[in-house]
């Protein structure tokens, strides 16, 4: 973070206001926020570790952690979430090619990239409190950060709904069907367990 803030921090600048500013957001993706450009390789690797992170202090704070070998869960759950977003990234690209919509799901793939290098981010120094504040309840960092993973998910939404909308060759029930089972599905079961695992 601190090498990115030296070295890039207006485009480091862009991506924070990229967040809560349409204009930043569309400004990045015409310019191609890809996975080969090198701010956005080390904004993913810090997305990593801190989504790694939380998820295991989660984990932790819940009582979940049944894994005596540490590093191998860590390892585990980093490994879920490259599997995740690889997949997540893979279904969008083969929509695009099934549906010729190839401009728009590049566009709200660079879309869903711009939002977790964010996230990343954003991530960094709430995972950075639960592990050495003292005199904060890990409550309020715990609640804060599912705050911050739900508002990211329902604007990343939003931002797609409104690509898809706006383009006269997306199919409305495509979109809606694509929304449905690849974004709000998925949320509605975790939540499911979430609430299922801290009730029982």
Not at 164 to 190: H, Q
């Amino acid at each position: 973070f601190v090498m990115l803030y030296i070295k890039n921090r207006k485009r480091l600048n862009q991506v924070i206001k990229a967040f809560y500013i349409n204009r930043f957001a569309s400004q990045l993706v015409r310019e191609e926020v890809s996975v080969v450009n090198r701010v956005s390789i080390l904004l993913s690797i810090i997305f990593l570790f801190s989504i790694t992170i939380f998820i295991r202090q989660i984990m932790d704070y819940y009582g979940w952690s049944q894994e005596q070998n540490e590093m191998l869960l860590f390892l585990f759950i980093l490994a879920s979430v490259i599997i995740v977003y690889t997949v997540k990234f893979i279904t969008i690209k083969f929509f695009g090619f099934v549906f010729k919509t190839a401009k728009e799901t590049d566009e709200y793939a660079l879309t869903v990239l711009l939002y977790i290098n964010s996230l990343g981010l954003f991530l960094l120094p709430i995972v950075v409190c639960i592990a050495f504040a003292e005199n904060v309840p890990v409550e309020i960092f715990i609640k804060t950060g599912l705050c911050l993973l739900a508002l990211f998910l329902f604007t990343r939404m939003v931002r797609g709904l409104i690509i898809g909308l706006n383009s006269i060759r997306v199919s409305k029930f495509y979109l809606f069907l694509y929304l449905c089972s690849l974004e709000i599905l998925p949320l509605i079961v975790m939540v499911k367990i979430f609430i299922r695992s801290t009730l029982s």
